[in-house]
């Protein structure tokens, strides 16, 4: 059964840093690429980043410079780390199993940032 638990969200204010954790089981996790995603009030979902098995990391342009993804195989975690917050980055985050096939794709439950200005 794969499970993906995130950690590390709250309340930060403007410029502050958070970061989150993702912590994965029942999957070989050092051969899958992972994203981290986030969901405001009355938007849509949006990948933030991203990080594939060896390490390629890619980003929203709105995090860029910002936001850093990386990820420790050894303790099955991924992690977001995220600087110099803005009060637009509040949102659920959510960090996600990557797969092309949608049958594979997991989620975590979610983990609330809030931003105050």
């Known amino acids: 059964q794969v499970q993906l638990v995130e950690s590390g969200g709250g309340l930060v204010q403007a410029g502050g840093s958070l970061r989150l954790s993702c912590a994965a089981s029942?999957?070989?996790?050092?051969?899958?690429?992972m994203g981290w995603y986030r969901q405001a009030p009355g938007k849509q979902r949006e990948l933030v980043a991203g990080?594939?098995?060896?390490?390629?990391?890619n980003y929203a342009d709105s995090v860029k410079g910002r936001f850093t993804i990386s990820r420790d195989n050894a303790k099955n975690t991924v992690y977001l780390q995220m600087n110099s917050l803005k009060p637009e980055d509040t949102a659920v985050y959510y960090c996600k199993k990557e797969s092309t096939s949608t049958r594979y794709e997991y989620w975590g439950q979610g983990t609330q940032v809030t931003v105050s200005s």
């Open positions: 029942g999957i070989i996790f050092s051969v899958v690429s």
């Open positions: 990080i594939a098995n060896g390490g390629r990391t």
